[in-house]
Nanobody, 123 residues
Framework: VQLQASGGGLVQTGGSLRLSCAAS????????LGWLRQAPGKEREFVAA????????DYADSVKGRFTISRDNAKNTLYLQMNNLTPEDTAVYYC?????????????????WGKGTLVTVSS
């Protein structure tokens, strides 16, 4: 199983980025896919997650209204549209997969991790 994240980069405050995560090696129809991030000197934290259907989403309070998570099940790809970015969003962003939303939300026992992609927001 492989999760490959991409799309990170340097952006100014107020800018936007779209992260992608290509999943391969198994079917993820029974998995939540999500994004977690880790800022320098801080613990990894939950950002957003989505179930098999687009109606099942969850967001951290800090990104609600600015970030949108989506998935293309046909392409086995996860996305994170990030708008109105601030320096506090600077972090390495990881895509992850787990059968349980709570595992992603609490970052406990997550089944699959991808390598991170760095997002840097300049002030």
């Amino acid at each position: 199983v492989q999760l490959q994240a991409s799309g990170g980069g340097l952006v100014q405050t107020g800018g936007s980025l779209r992260l992608s995560c290509a999943a391969s090696g198994r079917t993820f129809s029974d998995y939540y896919l999500g994004w977690l991030r880790q800022a320098p000197g801080k613990e990894r934290e939950f950002v957003a997650a989505i179930g098999w259907t687009a109606g099942s989403t969850d967001y951290a309070d800090s990104v609600k209204g600015r970030f949108t998570i989506s998935r293309d099940n046909a392409k086995n790809t996860l996305y994170l549209q990030m708008n109105n970015l601030t320096p506090e969003d600077t972090a390495v962003y990881y895509c992850a997969a787990d059968p349980y939303l709570d595992a992603l939300g609490r970052n406990v026992g997550v089944h699959y991790w991808g390598k991170g992609t760095l997002v840097t927001v300049s002030s």
